[in-house]
């Protein structure tokens, strides 16, 4: 049944990209014969009349927004840019906080999506280190990115935030958009509790030309980035770009080095007045060391200069860092958004996506078994370092189709179609260490391990999910506009499945599952609005994450309600959004080593709080901007433990600190530029029966530039220095996965059970420096 599944999803998903294809070659000949590329207004609906449409950014009842081509509904906007481009003016029912190109420009390009929306208010975000090379994680209302969507124009990537820098660079990033707590009834998710991370991509230039720029810095980080812009092509509509880059640097604590390879290539067919297809495609070619998440014990000790956790660099050490390294890992993304006015009233989406991903990653797995052989039968010595493989591929591929009707100037219909294939197989297979201390290829057959004359492994899985979800929408609008009431539902089926090759277990799951949604908001005038947003969400167990699990984990729902005010004027951009959440069974990953994950499920729990924004336009060259978030989560159930119970109902829910703040402060006199971000996230428990807790902590960056006047061929010739971490403070900033316990405590029934190591931490990276020069030409 599941073959049969996988053979029609594949089947309908060829014919939706063939029939895709069609329309762009029709099109692009009807451009062809009338030669038009005309400048239009676009309408406030666009094509997806919802106040939560896929960019959530539709202004109800704001002025039209002039495009000067084909407009795509993601960069259609309602308001200004305030705080350095830290914060944007929204007209959305729901809660949207945006980071603009604005504020990218003065970061270092090396950062990442995450690095750039460290300062949202909601957000407590951790990475692994400053050369974008490797990804992070993030924590919001007590959930972590699990229940986070990752999008790029509006197609899911792939999954986590440990790989999203590797499906676009910074450069090509046009603005992020986070939507806490909220999914568009249009976009290619369920599992969105947190919310959607949607990453805008840079639209190709009408003009000949583009961009280069060269970043060097601490830990001996270097990088070379180059944009070029066909422009116009002829008469066709056509316009493309092309980039590539290159990084490389040393591992910011231990020994070792990454190296990162990266194209991004787009192009945008502009069809009359307000349709368009556009593609976008990266591919990606990293080796990275995997860093190693510290105990509270060793983070102590490294922090008292009496340990560490870093590889060595001693090639005889089984924590050498040649034999813990991820990749070669090759990594392709491609997406192709066509939106097409097929008369007046009704308009055409389709959102076609493609990842896949391929490589593996190794790590010293102790002394070599007992019975092994090498491929020509001599006995491997048990003396002899094992090394385990983790080698991995993982396709995912989708689509999403939407028919908006306007039926009447106050009314619109939206439905649609969207189906979504992930399959992953995962081997880990053995081998023997090189003599020089790396691990090798793992399919070189002269080093790999044997046993009773088959490949020996240690892993040996294939797991998948396969989506079919039928949406529908509508959206009136009343009071000359000013009323927007929109209701809507999702209905999805869901059929996941883990199939253990080695010892043959297999799990699966069906569910078929009704997500509502409903939100309105009302516009006083053009300072005051206010709104109300309500939605069900649901997550199933990720199915990669399944290894070391010996049951199903339960499937986790959420229901989440907003109540939100908005005001702005000439001066200021302010924004308050209070919410709730109702979580049901829900999922947590536990970090096993070594990249592993599983999951489990941890009761029930509630949270709920609220978040502020304010900045100001520029004033005198200044911008400020401030965000402050109170969250109260708190754990509903006992957590089955074995037989028993862990005592949890009632407390502190993990990952959740009550407060977090930002202050950023940005300067700009059109030639010398100045950014100064303050982020302070409070105590939080890492455990689920609250016994060990991280102290509040503060990250900060500077960010200084200056831009030169045009000289020769470079039009936009500058120069800028990057700092983080300023005081050089070692603090924890979030935890890899949840730990049941630190100390010693007694389950519901009266047993006992030991203390443990307790959580795995990320870690702030050390005090680093970049330096920048760039130039558009």
């Known amino acids: 049944m599941v073959a049969g599944a996988m053979f029609h999803g594949r089947y309908w998903l060829l014919t939706t990209f063939l029939l895709g294809t069609t329309g762009f070659v029709a099109v692009s000949h009807a451009q062809g014969v009338n030669g038009t590329n005309e400048t239009t207004k676009v309408r406030h609906a666009a094509s997806s009349g919802s106040p939560a449409s896929s960019s959530g950014t539709v202004a109800r009842g704001a002025h039209s927004v002039q495009a000067t081509s084909a407009p795509e509904i993601l960069q259609v906007s309602s308001g200004r840019a305030g705080g350095g481009g830290m914060m944007r003016q929204e007209r959305a029912s729901h809660s949207i906080q945006t980071v603009t190109r604005q504020f990218m420009d003065m970061r270092s390009p090396a950062g990442t999506a995450l690095d750039m929306v460290k300062n949202l208010p909601s957000l407590n975000v951790s990475t692994q280190d400053t050369s974008g090379m490797t990804g992070g994680s993030i924590e919001s209302r007590s959930l972590n990115d699990g229940d986070m969507a990752l999008l790029i124009d509006g197609a899911v990537v792939t999954s986590g935030t440990e790989y999203l820098q590797e499906d676009i660079d910074t450069e090509n990033m046009d603005r992020i958009e986070v939507t806490p707590g909220t999914s568009a009834i249009d976009q290619p998710v369920t599992s969105a509790a947190l919310g959607v991370m949607n990453v805008m991509t840079h639209t190709p230039s009408h003009k000949f030309g583009g961009l280069t720029d060269f970043s060097y810095g601490t830990n001996d980080m270097s990088r070379q980035f180059i944009r ?457 428990s890492v455990t689920l029966v609250g016994d060990e807790r991280i102290p509040g902590y503060v990250t900060d960056t500077i960010s200084l530039g200056y831009r030169f006047s045009p000289f020769l061929v470079a039009k936009s010739p500058t120069f800028r220095l990057n700092f983080t971490n300023l005081t050089g403070s070692m603090v924890r900033t979030g935890t890899t996965g949840v730990a049941d316990n630190y100390h010693a405590v007694t389950l519901l029934n009266g047993q006992h059970i030991a203390g443990s190591s307790g959580a795995q931490f990320y870690v702030e990276p050390r005090f680093s420096m970049t330096g920048t020069i760039s130039t558009s030409f």
Request: net charge neutral.
């Open 228 to 684: 070029l812009e066909s422009g116009d092509i002829g008469k066709t509509g056509l316009r493309s770009f092309f980039s590539f880059s290159h990084t490389h640097a040393d591992n910011w604590i231990g020994a070792g080095a990454s190296d990162k390879k990266h194209i991004d290539f787009g192009v945008q067919k502009d069809i009359g007045t307000d349709s368009y297809i556009k593609f976008f495609l990266s591919w990606n070619q990293e080796r990275y060391g995997i860093y190693n998440y510290p105990t509270a014990d060793q983070f102590y000790a490294k922090k008292h200069g009496t340990g560490t956790w870093g590889a060595s660099s001693d090639p005889g050490s089984p924590n050498f860092w040649g034999n813990h390294q991820e990749g070669p890992w090759n990594e392709v993304f491609m997406t192709l958004p066509v939106h097409l006015r097929l008369t007046n009233r009704l308009h055409f989406d389709l959102v076609p996506y493609f990842a896949y991903g391929r490589g593996w990653s190794s790590s010293v797995s102790g002394e070599a078994g007992s019975g092994l052989t090498y491929a020509n039968g001599s006995a491997v010595s048990p003396s002899q370092l094992s090394v385990n493989y983790y080698d991995q591929r993982t396709p995912t591929t989708g689509a999403t189709i939407k028919l908006t009707y306007d039926i009447s100037r106050h009314n619109q219909m939206t439905f649609g179609y969207w189906y979504g294939y992930t399959q992953s197989r995962q081997w880990g297979p053995n081998s023997a260490v090189n003599q020089n201390g790396f691990s090798n290829d793992p399919d070189n057959l002269s080093t790999a391990y044997f046993q009773n004359g088959q490949r020996d492994y240690s892993s040996n899985q294939q797991t998948g999910d396969q989506i079919h979800a039928l949406f529908i929408q509508d959206t009136a609008k009343y009071l000359q506009n000013r009323l927007v009431v929109s209701a809507g539902f999702k209905f999805a089926m869901m059929n996941y499945w883990f199939d253990n090759y080695l010892t043959h277990q297999t799990m699966g799951s069906n569910s078929v599952v009704p997500l509502p949604r409903f939100s309105t908001s009302y516009t006083f005038n053009r300072h005051h609005q206010i709104y109300v947003n309500a939605q069900g969400d649901f997550r199933a167990p990720d199915p990669s994450n399944l290894s070391a699990n010996t049951s199903l984990p339960r499937n986790q729902y959420t229901i989440k309600e907003e109540l939100g005010y908005r005001y702005n004027n000439r001066y200021i951009i302010f924004d308050l959004s209070l919410f709730n959440y109702a979580i049901t069974n829900r999922l947590l990953s536990v970090y096993n080593a070594n990249n592993s994950y599983s999951t489990v499920n941890a009761g029930n729990q509630t949270a709920r709080g609220f978040d502020i924004m304010l900045s100001t336009h520029p004033f005198h060259h200044f911008s400020p901007y401030v965000s402050f978030e109170y969250l109260n989560a708190h754990q509903d159930s006992n957590v089955q433990y074995g037989t028993s119970y862990l005592p949890t109902k009632g407390k502190e829910a993990i990952m959740a600190p009550h407060v977090m703040a930002n202050f950023g402060l940005t300067y700009d006199n059109r030639h010398f530029f100045a950014n100064a971000t303050v982020h302070y996230t409070g105590p939080q």
